[in-house]
């Protein structure tokens, strides 16, 4: 298990921008892929991006190609979501997340029950 806490989250209006962060606990955090989740009001959790071990495959959900972008510093421990061009509609929880595999190289298959251990979750909401 690793411990993650997200922060960087607040009120933007629509068009800002937010950078996300995700502090891992473990040492091997260089070792696991990450995760961005959110789950917006009244709905289900849903997947952002994901970034393998290395940081040289990236998956993005749809809704967020070509406006957030997710890296990561393995020798901070910690994983980035810059998000740009911000809407209402990405008001919601993020969520960051950890692999239960090790050395994922690719993560375009990757899917929610691939991650074991979340962050609390950080708040991001999008005012029109």
């Known amino acids: 298990q690793v411990h993650l806490v997200e922060s960087g989250g607040g009120l933007v209006q629509a068009g800002g921008s937010l950078r996300l962060s995700c502090a891992a606990s473990?040492?091997?955090?260089?070792?696991?892929?990450m995760g961005w989740f959110r789950q917006p009001p009244g709905k289900e959790r849903e997947f952002v991006t994901a970034?393998?071990?290395?940081?040289?495959?990236?998956y993005y959900a749809d809704s967020v190609k070509g406006r957030f972008t997710i890296s990561r510093d393995n020798a901070k421990n910690t994983v980035y979501l810059q998000m740009n061009s911000l809407k209402p509609e990405d008001t919601a929880v993020y969520y960051c997340?950890?692999?239960?595999?090790?050395?994922?190289?690719?993560?375009?298959?990757?899917?929610?029950?691939?991650?074991?251990?979340w962050g609390q979750g950080t708040q991001v909401t999008v005012s029109s």
């Open positions: 997340a950890s692999d239960r595999q090790l050395w994922r190289a690719v993560v375009t298959t990757i899917s929610s029950t691939d991650f074991g251990s």
């Open positions: 473990r040492r091997t955090f260089s070792s696991y892929a």
């Open positions: 970034i393998s071990y290395s940081g040289s495959s990236t």
